[in-house]
């Protein structure tokens, strides 16, 4: 048996070697390609869970409530909506009492029909030497959508 290796053999060899190692190289960028596939569809969805939770947020009422300082033993009690959506049927109560809002002002002005976005109203507190530092605040609300939210809020003087 004559082995006469000649300089196509060569070739031969050195392109089967090649086209072996391209296509181990191919099938490592395809794990490649399909992994950032896997993070770029994943990042799309936590991009788009995002976005739909901002866009409900766009229909949401969120209010809100302090006391302000006006000078020495002057205080208000100001109530706002600082949602992206009107706040219809506003109304609040002190489930612990309250001995600084006289409650004539506060049937006065609430229930409220309608509160805007960035709309607030202030209620004058009257505190005396031994009332509380801090409420309990309850305010009930309708959202645009109709649906009545309520929230809790522990204000302090």
């Given at each position: 048996m004559n082995m006469n290796v000649s300089l196509t053999d060569f070739?031969?060899?050195g392109a089967l070697l090649l086209s072996i190692y391209a296509t181990l190289r191919a099938h490592s960028w395809k794990k490649e390609e399909s992994a950032f596939l896997d993070l770029q569809s994943k990042v799309n969805a936590l991009i788009l869970e995002k976005e739909q939770?901002?866009?409900?947020q766009i229909k949401l009422a969120d209010l809100g409530a302090n006391f302000i300082?006006?000078?020495?033993?002057k205080y208000r009690l100001k109530i706002f909506n600082k949602?992206?959506?009107a706040a219809s049927d506003v109304d609040l109560s002190f489930p612990d009492g309250n001995d600084v809002i006289p409650e004539k002002i506060i049937r006065d002005k609430f229930p409220m029909e309608l509160m805007e976005p960035g709309q607030s109203v202030e209620l004058i507190a009257a505190p005396s030497?031994?009332?509380?530092q801090k409420f309990a605040l309850l305010i009930r609300w309708n959202d645009s959508d109709g649906e009545m939210k309520e929230k809790t809020l522990y204000v302090t003087l």
């Open positions: 070739i031969s060899a939770r901002e866009a409900a300082r006006l000078g020495n033993e949602g992206k959506s030497f031994g009332s509380r």
